[in-house]
């Protein structure tokens, strides 16, 4: 997508002539216009720069069940065993990967991408032991829930379990699909095949690529017929349920020929490993989503109509609990299951980095937050829904 380019028209109010300078799109929509009394190509700056912000381009990024703890203290010295962790992986490899004395190295070893670039020039917000505490509103502590209350801003009781169905709650997503200039440019890609559900396709019509949908089956390259055959012949951990790697390189390639305003990733690998009580594997797919996001930061940054214009929201829908064993599991029944963690990085949050003694954020404020990147007012239309994070733009 090219950039708005700014036009001149000479107009007439009440006899007086006037200049109106209006933005336009490459297709030819006016996306805003002003009114000028002078022929001043600085008021065609100053359009073009508060259009910016209407022209960002969020991305909400979200690692299923990836506890604070790992994100904010690295690997767990109790869990790095065959007994406690359950991991295959020998327990010195194990530690030479990801072990380090102090925790703040110990994160970076694990989520390189996270700790060097977005926490470096971006915000990150749930290290508790720091007085920062990001938290779910729901009171189920699960996925469906959780992506619900994300997407939509309201935690909603009804939905009480994964197989609910047909979310009845409209998302901000939906929302926006539905906003002048932004139809047709909202996208949904994840591994869990009740994304559908969530975003509630037959509704919403947005495209989501999610589960069994989430590669292209028209893509007849030998490529996209390589990466079929594979997801075909892998048994799967969730069945039905493609690893994150299938997601990364499917959505790698949608973004070499697509260009969506607004997207939402759902990785799974962290959650579905840890239920299979691996605590080895559950760092490895850290690790690697981490390197995915990466990969897609700088995918972004090397296209002229996202560079310096992306914002990536970075979090997870639930946590988990704190014990020898109860780290496999969530839900009311597990302490500390409600805590979670919000990352956010773009040209319109400022580089505070890691956030201590600030007031709670929430999972439910992120549905306003990603509408305020692209310059609408989400809860204009839906009071119930929480505030935008305090890294969101003005409007």
Partial sequence: MQLPRATRLVIRIAGVRMYLWRAVDHEGEVLEAVVTSKRNKAAAL??????????????TIVTDGLRWQEVFSGADPLLLNDKAGGSWTPVQELRQKYWHDDPKERRRLLMPFLWGTVAARGQIYGNQQRGSRAEVTNDKWFSYPGYNEMLSGVADPRIDKNEFGPNPNQTVFEWLNAQP?????????????????????????LPVRAGATLLDPADNSARGQLLAELNRTTTALEPGDPYDSFL??????????????????????????AHSGRYDAVLEAAHHVDE??????????????????????????????GGLSEWKEHGVEEPGSGNIWIAVIGPDTPALGERADVATVTQAQIAATVAAFVGRDYRKAKPAAAAALPVAPSL
């Fill in 181 to 205: 200039g932004l139809a047709g440019k909202v996208e949904v890609f994840g591994t869990w095949n009740t994304f559908r559900d969530i975003f509630n396709v037959a509704r919403s019509h």
């Fill in 292 to 321: 995915f996001i990466g990969r897609l930061w700088q995918q972004m940054q090397a296209n002229p109509a996202y560079r310096g214009r992306t914002t990536f929201i970075i979090t997870t829908d639930h946590g988990r609990g």
């Fill in 248 to 273: 990364y390189e499917a959505l790698a390639d949608h973004l070499r020929t697509h260009q969506p305003r607004v997207l939402f990733v759902g990785f799974g690998d962290t959650d579905n490993w």
């Fill in 46 to 59: 100053k359009l073009l720069k508060r259009i910016m912000k209407k022209y960002a381009r969020p991305r």
